[in-house]
């Protein structure tokens, strides 16, 4: 990997994802194999028993290569709330190091990754 990026907002649907996208694809059109990832995302739907976050899918379809939702999003909650507040009642750690291992993974296979943020930094 040579460079990456961290798409942050002021608050949740404020264009994170829709700046990422954009960021991906213009890297592509410069021939740059990217990928993406949200480490963490709340207001995820089940589908076969697998939480999923839709900005996550989308940021994965967008990827130059195939990666599995696991890597791109490590940890998806299903309540709709700050993603810490979603966790503890799920009662779950989140662990930096398995983040960093996610990206470290993720980062082996391409020149750039972009990494969406969670709601807003105020």
Not at 46 to 60: F, I, K, S, T
Not at 73 to 87: C, R, V
Request: net charge positive; proline share 6%; glycine share 14%.
């Amino acid at each position: 990997m040579s460079g990456g990026y961290f798409i942050t907002g002021t608050d949740t649907g404020v264009g994170k994802t829709v700046v990422g996208l954009g960021l991906m694809r213009a890297l592509k059109e410069r021939g740059r194999r990217v990928a993406a990832m949200k480490p963490v995302a709340s207001g995820c739907r089940e589908r076969d028993g697998v939480l999923y976050n839709d900005d996550a899918l989308r940021l994965q379809a967008e990827g130059s290569v195939g990666l599995p939702y696991a890597t791109i999003n490590p940890y998806a909650f299903a309540p709709p709330i700050a993603p810490h507040l979603a966790a503890a009642e799920a009662g779950v750690w989140i662990s930096i190091p398995r983040i960093v291992e996610a990206f470290r993974g993720v980062a082996a296979q391409v020149e750039t990754v972009v990494v969406e943020g969670v709601g807003g930094w105020r």
